[in-house]
């Protein structure tokens, strides 16, 4: 495994790798965990309402990884009781999908107590399987929409912020694919701005990359001084849930990319400090 350096030095380029997703399904878990001890991820963020988030809790214990709550507002159900939470659930009591909870966000259609009420939930059930996360972020990047973010205000200011790392995710108009991503990015670069400690964001190239390992030493050729974070969203063969699937086979690939001795051997020529704590 890469050696991770425990004294943080502030004059090299310095990078989070965060797994998303963890808790979709037992073969992301694994991917990302093997990726953690075999690769180069230094973190996670975990859907707390997953369909497999016993599972990935578990692993949290055996493997050490350093894991964050990923807000998520758009599939799957809520934690709270769907009449609790209406203007963000369809008939069926679901999450009403990414592009429903944008629609009905710029309507001013979503309760922004609700919002808070979920998001304060997802917060307690992580924290009495796992304690304090180590950081925020959220599926989708929903947290940073400027209709959400008030609730997400609302709950991380009640939280002690000693230790406790704030938000990280996209700020700058990296390239992407998906109006959905684009959108998001766009209202939401003040509001990121403020609230996470990195200089970059990266993530979207290695998202829809075809060579996934050509484009994550593009990524790492390009490091800027200072704290970059690459979002990544390994998985191991396997995928065994249909939920959030719209690149599986791209899972997999990142997962082989992640753990590529010659990627191993690159960062640490590179001189490139890996780090799991946004300081």
Not at 208 to 218: N, P, R, S, V
Not at 255 to 274: C, H
Request: net charge positive.
């Amino acid at each position: 495994m890469i050696k991770r350096l425990n004294q943080i030095r502030h004059d090299m380029k310095r990078l989070i790798i965060n797994a998303d997703d963890f808790g979709l399904c037992a073969a992301v878990n694994r991917g990302i965990v093997r990726a953690f001890e075999n690769g180069i991820v230094t973190r996670t963020s975990l859907l707390i309402n997953g369909p497999a988030a016993d599972h990935a809790c578990g692993l949290v214990r055996s493997s050490g990884i350093t894991v964050g709550l990923h807000w998520n507002l758009t599939d799957g159900f809520p934690m709270l009781p769907s009449r609790t939470v209406s203007s963000l659930v369809d008939r069926q009591g679901r999450f009403v999908g990414v592009w429903r909870l944008v629609r009905r966000a710029w309507a001013g259609e979503l309760n922004p107590r609700e919002i808070a009420a979920e998001l304060r939930e997802q917060l307690r059930r992580f924290e009495d399987r796992l304690g304090r996360p180590n950081h925020f972020d959220s599926h989708r990047h929903i947290h940073t929409l400027p209709m959400i973010s008030s609730g997400v205000r609302q709950v991380t200011g009640e939280q002690p912020q000693n230790g406790l790392r704030l938000f990280s995710r996209p700020f700058g108009l990296e390239r992407t694919r998906g109006l959905v991503d684009a959108a998001v990015i766009y209202s939401q670069a003040r509001y990121s701005k403020m609230t996470t400690r990195t200089t970059s964001f990266q993530g979207f190239s290695l998202m829809y990359a075809a060579d996934k390992a050509a484009a994550l030493t593009a990524v790492l050729c390009s490091l800027p001084e200072g704290l970059t974070e690459l979002m990544c969203h390994p998985a191991e063969n396997g995928f065994d849930f249909n939920w959030a699937n719209r690149y599986m086979s791209d899972r997999v690939a990142e997962y082989q990319a992640l753990i590529s001795p010659e990627i191993q051997r690159f960062v640490e020529e590179k001189q490139i400090q890996l780090q799991n704590l946004a300081c």
